[in-house]
């Protein structure tokens, strides 16, 4: 005897399910960072995630002889671009971490120096390098600018220095270059930059070929050269100490005037 069979009861209240024609693809593939969406019959369409973009602007999967087309179809993490900071090289440290170095010859406008990605996004893109020794000078180089200009005014022998970030260029206003010399002469501190077996012409040219040079130290007994950004004029007070052996020279601007003498 036959079995009798009857279609399923459907309560009321029960909310009926949806039932949508398989795809002759089968299921949908997975992309990495993205989320599917089907816009028509075997066709699918690629959002990538927030913080990620696709090889193309606009990603569609299609259902071509049974098999979804797929190729070439990522979401990249934006992060993982660097951004361009021009005059200046950017390196990933970390993930969403990267660390910024000013070329040579150029600085940063901030002292930070690493700048972190969110969500695709690079915070602090607006790091600059620019041209050394353009930087706004502080009121305490000004002051020094305004101090030493007078000095040149007041003191035609003196060189006139000019202080832009941490560097200084000194030149004779008027009258030629030339050093003034005081014997058994040191200045205690004294090593802006020191060069050992060197004659006393090579350590009188260095100096004289560098413009924040003002002022050196040479030794005849060991042969030692200490170039100085300093000169007796420029600070109130200096300390000296006797040397048999080390001979002091200051770069002055050669006129009818004398310089101030050293303090004994």
């Given at each position: 005897?036959?079995?009798?069979?009857?279609?399923?009861?459907?309560?009321?209240?029960?909310?009926l399910k949806n039932c949508t024609a398989l795809s002759p693809c089968g299921e949908k593939p997975t992309v990495a960072h993205a989320n599917l969406t089907q816009t028509e019959s075997g066709?699918?369409?690629?959002?990538?995630?927030?913080?990620?973009k696709g090889t193309h602007e606009t990603e569609i999967l299609t259902?071509?002889?049974?098999?979804?087309?797929?190729?070439?179809?990522?979401c990249t993490d934006l992060c993982a671009i660097l951004p361009n900071i021009t005059n200046a090289e950017v390196e990933l440290t970390?993930?969403?971490v990267a660390k910024v170095t000013c070329l040579e010859g150029y600085q940063g406008e901030i002292d930070e120096d690493e700048i972190s990605c969110k969500n695709g996004?690079?915070?602090?893109?607006?790091?600059?390098?620019?041209?050394q020794n353009v930087k706004k000078v502080s009121k305490n180089q000004m002051l020094k600018f305004i101090?030493?200009?007078l000095s040149a005014v007041l003191h035609k022998n003196y060189l006139l220095c000019v202080f832009l970030t941490q560097n200084q260029t000194c030149d004779c206003l008027l009258g030629k270059l030339e050093f003034k010399k005081w014997e058994a002469k040191k200045i205690v501190s004294h090593n802006d930059e020191r060069i050992f077996?060197?004659?006393?012409?090579?350590c009188s040219a260095k100096c004289k070929s560098k413009k924040w040079c003002v002022s050196f130290e040479y030794s005849e007994k060991n042969r030692i050269c200490h170039l100085s950004k300093t000169a007796h004029y420029m600070?109130?007070?200096?300390?000296?100490?006797?040397?048999?052996?080390?001979?002091?020279?200051?770069?002055?601007?050669?006129?009818?005037?004398?310089?101030?003498p050293l303090p004994k």
């Open positions: 005897m036959k079995q009798r069979f009857s279609p399923p009861r459907i309560k009321h209240g029960h909310n066709t699918l369409k690629v959002n990538c995630l927030e913080g990620y259902c071509q002889n049974k098999t979804w087309t797929q190729s070439e179809i990522n970390k993930p969403g996004i690079w915070e602090q893109e607006k790091i600059s390098c620019t041209v101090q030493f200009l077996n060197i004659s006393f012409e090579e600070l109130n007070q200096l300390l000296f100490v006797e040397e048999k052996s080390v001979n002091y020279y200051e770069k002055v601007c050669q006129n009818d005037v004398l310089p101030r």
